[in-house]
């Protein structure tokens, strides 16, 4: 079965400290894996995808097929980046993009 | 434009009424889909087009019927819904055909309430 599984549904970080919010799913295959993002009062929003393999506002995701992880990593946290992040996996040309439950994250000052 | 914009924004229903909830996005994106989202929960999958045409259902109950009358437009029709039907419905776009064939693109939702 298709699932995305995001183990914390809170996290809760100091301003400038690395930050990691952990995705695995399950699949059988190749998916396409994202990272949607949505801060507060604005619409959800593509955050990265692991195709691209890029850097977007400090954050990287490195896909682990072995342990079927695709984990969100910054390495110094700011206040703006809190928000809620979903985990997203989706079919190669397929339509079912899946969402994991979703993590909030919360940078403290 | 590189935005897809949802009306109405919020809407307040009767079990009895009939409404919709209009979806159009400008980017030349060839599907479009209908999802559903409960507080502090994530989207779900309720409908995809694709060139016009139904390419997905998730069984979604017949009270929600989808149109899409063209490439940029898509609609939701609500008729004789439930309370456990308020939600809020996020429409988004992608293209097809391309790099990136899956990539979201969403609308900011219309949050409706059912009476």
């Known amino acids: 079965a298709q699932r995305v599984t995001q183990p914390e549904k809170l996290l809760s970080v100091f301003k400038g400290a690395p930050v990691e919010l952990k995705c695995n799913y399950s699949y059988s295959g190749s998916p396409e894996l994202f990272w949607y993002v949505q801060y507060s009062r604005q619409r959800l929003q593509l955050l990265l995808r692991h195709i691209s393999r890029e850097s977007i506002k400090g954050f990287t995701a490195d896909l682990n097929k072995g342990e079927t992880s695709f984990h969100l990593k910054k390495p110094f946290a700011q206040e703006e980046d809190s928000a809620m992040y979903y985990c997203a996996l989706s079919p190669p040309g397929g339509f079912k993009t899946i969402f994991g439950a979703g993590t909030r994250l919360f940078v403290k000052a | 434009d590189t935005e897809v914009t949802q009306t109405p924004k919020h809407l307040v229903m009767g079990m009895t009424n009939k409404k919709s909830l209009k979806c159009e996005q400008h980017m030349g994106h060839r599907a479009m889909y209908w999802y559903k989202q409960k507080a502090k929960k994530p989207p779900e999958l309720m409908f995809v087009?694709?060139?016009?045409?139904?390419?997905i259902n998730e069984s979604v109950p017949s009270r929600f019927s989808p149109e899409c009358p063209n490439s940029s437009l898509l609609n939701l029709h609500l008729h004789a819904l439930q309370p456990e039907d308020s939600a809020l419905y996020l429409c988004?776009?992608?293209?097809?055909?391309?790099?990136?064939?899956?990539?979201?693109?969403f609308g900011a939702g219309s949050r409706l309430t059912v009476l």
């Open positions: 087009y694709s060139y016009e045409k139904l390419s």
């Open positions: 988004a776009s992608s293209p097809l055909g391309v790099s990136g064939a899956n990539v979201l693109t």
